[in-house]
């Protein structure tokens, strides 16, 4: 599968370098007959930016995390700028910072709801409390905390009622990302943090009880995904790994990149695995199936002088993908040749 | 948020203002007497105990002006008088070369290993100054211990912070232009291949675990030539940093490379503005600190020995971007112990 470059979508402001840097909103048409249009988000210290092209015309945004000037206090900077879609069909944009985080319409044109995250008191201890990682699984909001906690809140439908159910606890390290598996809506959740631990929880609605525990422990897992049995991990230490998502067994182990791994991301249809690192290369896998276990490397793409910290795949046939940079303002896109 | 950035940040921005004095101060033929004396009073400065004290607590990045308002207090405290010119220039040199060593770290340990590199070379500058050298071992002390059991993850947000301050500060500095580091838009050229980042692997091998535990491999083709990472670096007050990033860069080149310039590519910093209270709580907080950690030395004598030295190159073949400055060094001392 050879990708070769496609547009390159200009943002306002600059990608700033932390893992997952980058999400992509496809947005089905409302009629049977309109097109899906895109929607990117890149955040630049405490504002994400949102670019929204439909039938080729490119709007460019962006949203604040608190006021309506850009901030200089580092408190409001992003760790995080994603979109959550839940059971209900409702899509908000979910941005977590170091002070909290906020719930939006999917646009930005609006705040939901808020939360602000209080450090506990412990004496000795100088961490601040932070919110990293975000997910949805059916109609819950999962937020990762830098207490190692997971806050899971339900959404309804339309308004702005955010109600917290429970706090989810198994990891002593900061989260560092959360992974669901939205696209077909199984209600199960997944969580890893800084120590290198990864843990499936099964449905956040119902239990607090986490299903299985797996402790990598010599590397920071950096991003996390949920696709049909399998649990994917990347890590600092450059490797990818897939487990057995109902045992957590490891099933595959790749040592993919030279430096620390940015972002994971699957194309659920195609069950295609694309890999962007600090190393400068985004890679696409084929992932194992019922009739073939092996991993492939399909494509390697080095992209020069550029810090990647983010990667999607535009659809789930996983014939475009786009990533970002740090100190870049611009979101590159990659497609195949039989690309739509 | 990582609140472990300000000593990194001092010592090396600190280092790379000493380095560019240094090269200066020799170049312009002063005096060695005069020229070490400059360098130990700037060094009695940065590394008095009051200062130590403020530099190691846990605290939150500061901004890119209150850390300028430090450097420029530093390099006012002695003998120096900078015009605000002057300082801008230096202050740019310093950051563009703390951004590059950042950015080329493979890792947050190697930030830290840069570090000590910075001090061991002021170290060297020392000379034969037993008590200028030991405040240098005293320093690398507190440095080391500072950061001992802080994890890679926590390590390498310190790394991601450090690069968000200086996010979009692209100038171009001559000696990185030469040296085929930097591109004419101001963004520094990665290099690929070469020694894996720490604790990684060389990519290139898909591993497929059994059951028990054991597996069998399978290599797919890399596009760049890696290999084992290096040994890890060391952290004491004297040892091997493995790195050479850090490293004194003007020592073996000409003064005219030590200048820097807004690059081809005009991205504006987006307007900041101080509107919450929050914000302004943060700027009070800031000013204390600084408050407490900047220098305030009175002279000690009536008498004053004034001359001129360009602190940067006024050769006329220069391109047409480069400024031309002049710094004063203002001696305080009494008259007899300075002969020409």
Known sequence: MAYSKGPTIALKYSASPF????????????????????????????LANVVHIASGVCTTSHVNFEGKEKSRDAATYLTQAKWCQFQSKRTVLVLASYKGFKVMEWDGSSVVYSHDLQPTPTPGSQRECFARGVAAVGNALCVGTSEGAVLVFQIATKGSEVAFTQRLEGHTSPITCLASDSYTGALQLASCDEEGVLIIWGNPNKSTESKVVIREMESPCTSLCLWRNFLIGGF???????????????LVEIAAHARWINSLDVAYDAGLLLSVSEDSTAAVWSLPTPTNQKVSQLGSLTITNKLLCGGRFCNTKGTRFAVSAYDNAEILTFRTANAE | MSLRTLPVLFFTLGGEMLYILEQRLTAQKVLPDRAVKVMRDILSRMLEERCLVELFRPQKVLTKRSLRSIFEQLAHSSIMKLNHSAMDKLYDLMMMAVKYQVLLSKSGEEVLLVSLNHLDT???FMGNSKEHCDMVDNACRLFKEFYSGVSSAQL????HMILELFQDTNKRVSIFLKNKAQMQSG?????????????????????????????????????????EAEPTGS??????????????????????HTTVSSSSQNRPEPEIAESSSSSSQHAKAELALLERMLIRQQPSSTSVEKFRVNLFSDEEDEEDEDMKFVVSIVFFSPLSCFCF
């Open chain 2, 187 to 227: 963004h520094f050229v990665l290099p690929l291949g070469g020694p894996v980042a720490h604790g990684c692997e060389v990519p290139g091998t898909i591993r497929y675990y059994t059951e028990d535990g054991s597996y069998t491999s399978e290599k797919f083709v890399v596009g760049h030539s890696y290999q």
């Open chain 1, 19 to 46: 893992p997952g840097n980058l999400e992509v909103l496809v947005l089905r048409g409302e009629d049977q007959g309109q097109s899906s249009s895109l929607a990117y988000a890149v955040a630049h210290r405490g």
């Open chain 2, 122 to 124: 002021i170290r060297g």
């Open chain 2, 235 to 256: 952290l004491e007050v004297k040892g091997n940093r493995i790195t050479t990033l850090g490293l004194n860069m003007y020592a073996t080149v000409n003064p005219e």
């Open chain 1, 236 to 250: 600092g230490n450059g490797l990818v790994r897939i487990y057995d998502a109902t045992n957590g067994s490891k």
């Open chain 2, 156 to 159: 390498m947000l310190m790394r």
